[in-house]
C-alpha cells in the first residue's frame, strides 16, 4: 500500500507517494495558485489523482491521503481552520475532496507532519516521544508524544516559538513580548549578527560578506568563529546560550526521548551546535540525575519532512 | 471496590480509601518517621493494612493501592529513584510492599497525583487534558493529556516551575536563572510584597500585617490593594502579569481544556485572580481566534487531591 502525503506551502504544493517502509516513492510539484477553496480543494484531488496515475499506481493501493497546512486543523471533522499566508477560513477539505475520490483524508498542521516525518524516521524505532524544533524566519514546533500529534483542543498546540523567555523583551507578531523565536530562530542569529557587525567594525565578519551587511545570513557568524573571531564567537554563544534556554524548558516540562533541530541552522557542525547545546541542556535539566535523557540529534529529513509525516497521518 | 491511596509527604504520611465515586471513604494520618527503606516500605504496607481493617473492610474490596512521593519515580518498575527532603533513593517499594500485601501497587509522584485528582473530580467528565499549577513554596505542575499523567522518560517531566521566563533572571534552586516559580509562586510574592513596603512605609500593608514584616503572607497584598492601596496594587499587577505569562507559555504548548490553580494564592476573590489571568492568557494565546480554548478554574480538592490521585493511579 502507499500513503500520499501534500504539503501545502505558502508558494508551492508537493505531493509525494509514500511506501510502507515511509519512503518516498514518487512527488510531483506545482506552484499554489489560490482562486477560492472550491478551486483549491479540486487542485488537492487533482494533484493526488495524477500523482497515482502518472506512475502507474492504482486507487486502490493507496490506503489514504494526508495534507500538512500552515495552520490549525479540525481533522476530526476535515475541516482546515485557518492558514497564514493563504486566505483559507474553515475549509472542509476532506469533503471537498472525497467530490473527486473516496479515499480518508487527514489533516494536519505543516509543523507537526514535520515532526512526524522525523518520528516515523529516527533511528530507533522503539521510541515514542519526540519534539522537532525548527530554526527558520520563527521557531516551529511539533510534539509527539506516545507516537501521536499533540494537537491540543483547538489544533493550535505546539507553538513552541512562542514561549516567552525574555520577560518584557522584544516585540514578536504574535503580540507577545520576549518569544524564545524572537531570540533563537534563524533570522533572529541574522539580526544578531548585523547588530555585533554594526558595534564590531574589525570583525572578520565583514570580510566573509564582501562588505555587504544585506548578505549576512545564518552562517555568516559561525564561519567567522571558526577563524577565530572574538566578536562571532560572542554572537554565536550568546545564541546558543537563548537556543539552549528553550530547548531546556522544553526538556523539564516533557522530558521527551528526542528533541531534533531542524532548519539551516542546524547544519552546522556538531561541535559548534549540538555538542554545546546538548551539555547546556543535560546541565538545565530537571532530570540530570536520572538514567535516562533526552537525545539532542539533527532533524533527517530536510524538505521532505513534511511530505513524509502528512502521508503518514494515516498511520496515527 | 476501594481503591487505597497513600500520600507522602516531608512530615507526614496521609492513607485514604477512594471509593469508585473518587470520593475519599475514611483516612488515617501519621508523622513521617524515616530510619531505612526496608522499615518505610513495612510502615506503608502496614498502614495500608490497619487502613482495611480499622474500617471494617476486606483486604479482596481493594482494588490497588497507589502511593504519591516528592521526587520521581519509575512506576513501570514499582521503583522511587529519589525524593526530596526524605532518603529515599532507588527504593523497590512494590517488592517491600509485597511481602505484606500481594496487592497492585502504582507509584505517582506526588504533583501529578494531585493533577490526576482534580482531573477526576473536574465537572465535566468529558475533557481529556489538564494541567494543575499549584502556587506555594515553588511552583508545582501535573500534566495530564489524554486522561494519562505525562511522566516522561524518566519521570521527570512536568517540571512547569522551572521554565525560565526571565533571561538572566534570579537564581533558582534547581540552577538556572529566572525560572517562573521564582516570579510566580506564594513565596515569589510575599517576596515582592515585602520589597514594595520597604520602598514604600506609607503603604496600607503596614498596617495590616502590625508593622511587622516578617507577618506578610501570600493574601497580604491582594487584601491592601482592595482597601485601595496603590503600591499593594502595583504588586498584584506585576505578580498577575508573570503568573500570566506562565500560564499562557502553557497554552501555547499544550492548548489543554484546563488549567486548575491550587495553593493559597488561589483562594483570591475571582474578579481579583481568575478573571484577570484568563483574560492574559487568552491575549497571548496563539489560538485566540479558535473555537476553542483553554478553561481556568480553581482547584477544587485542596490537601485532599494527593491522596486522592494517588489512589486513583489504578485507574490509570
Known sequence: MYYIGIDIGGTNLKAGLVDEGYQIAATKKMPLKFES???????????????????????????????????????????????????????????????????????????????????????????????????????????ILNGKIHTGINGCAGEGGHIVIVHNGEQCTCGRRGCWERYASANALIRQTMAAMDAHPESAMWGLVG??????????????MRKGDAAARAVVNQYLKYLGEGLSNFVNIFQPEVIALGGGVSHERDEDLLVPLQGMVFEQSFGREADRHTKLVKAKLGNDAGIIGAALLGLQ
Not at 488537492?44 to 492504482?58: D, P, R
Not at 486507487?59 to 499566508?85: E, H, L, W, Y
Not at 562588505?211 to 567567522?224: H, L, M, P, S
Request: contains cysteine; charged residues 20%; glycine residues 12%.
Open 37 to 143: 477553496m472550491e478551486q483549491m480543494g479540486r487542485t488537492l484531488a487533482e494533484m493526488a489523482v495524477a500523482l497515482v496515475e502518472e506512475n502507474g499506481i492504482s486507487r486502490d493501493q493507496v490506503a489514504s491521503v494526508g495534507m500538512g497546512f500552515p495552520g490549525p486543523v479540525d481533522d476530526k471533522n476535515g475541516v482546515v481552520i485557518k492558514t497564514v499566508n493563504i486566505p483559507i477560513r474553515s475549509m472542509p477539505v476532506a469533503e471537498m475532496f472525497h467530490k473527486h475520490w473516496d479515499l480518508p483524508v487527514h489533516l494536519g498542521n505543516d509543523a507537526d507532519c514535520a515532526a512526524l516525518g522525523e518520528f516515523y524516521h529516527y533511528e530507533d524505532k522503539n521510541i515514542e516521544s519526540l519534539i522537532l524544533v525548527t530554526l527558520g524566519t520563527g521557531i516551529g514546533t511539533g510534539i
Open 211 to 224: 562588505g555587504a551587511i544585506n548578505r549576512v545570513d545564518g552562517k555568516t557568524a559561525f564561519e567567522a
